[in-house]
């Protein structure tokens, strides 16, 4: 495949995306409740968060594990069917729990740990989870996005040396949502976002399966090869083509055609380079672009 021209409109999705970044927190059960804070206690509202109805609670507790623990894990509201531990990777090795990366709610297998209150403590059996990153939308947003609920997406992030993208970002569709994206405190880093941040969906068909970080450009789509910088103000972004340079070369053969072509890259080469039969055919089969040198 060829390399793409710089300027090139790359297929993102039209709609940008806020980014809101989860801390740990923890949202307990009506029964968890009682047993850390007393009984008939009922959450007082901190500040509202950015999906409706959903609050950052004044109550705070502590989460503790075989590793080690936090002292102020916020509380969520509202109260809960079932108590969940949401933390990063980076915080699970803190408290010594293996990562389970796992969708809200889907907590069967996952860690327990401890929590104390002011009032009591509760040692769960499950629970601590990291969460997968989502995109919440409304019917509307997937509408015009052109996704449906559960749908895995890749999302490009960041920028410059920390541009990022993020495969595989679930979609999750509620009337009861507001478009955003969130991510947790090691993804956030890894890409060097901050809250309300914009990100992109790339147009590309269905989840990326099976792929290593090698293979990814192309699973997602053959035009982004090597995006360096995400315009957070314009549907562009400047894709720079990428270039396998062979020109020490006087002979190319199949294997430099296929290595170029998994890495999205044009092949430069030298005046008089041969190319051998199946390099020739292997090129024009996959559309690996030619720069003589
Ligand atoms: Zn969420």
Redesign the pocket.
Known sequence: MSAMPAGHDTSLRRTPIRV?I?ARHVHLSMEHLEALFGPEHSLHPKRDLS?PGQFAAQETCVVAGPGGAFPNVRVLGPVRNVTQVEMSASDCRTLGAPVQVRD?GDIQGTPGCVLVGPAGSVQLERGVIV?AR?I?MTSNDAALLGLADKAAVPVLAGSGSRLTVFANVTV?VSDKYRL?L?VDTDEANAAGLSNDDIVWIIDAPGPVTGATAQDLPMAINPATTRPVLADAGSREIAVVPAIMDLTDRSLITEDDVIAAWRQGAAIKARPGALFTPLADDARRERRVELIMA
């Open positions: 809101g989860s999906q809200s969460a989502h919440h999750r955003e969130h």
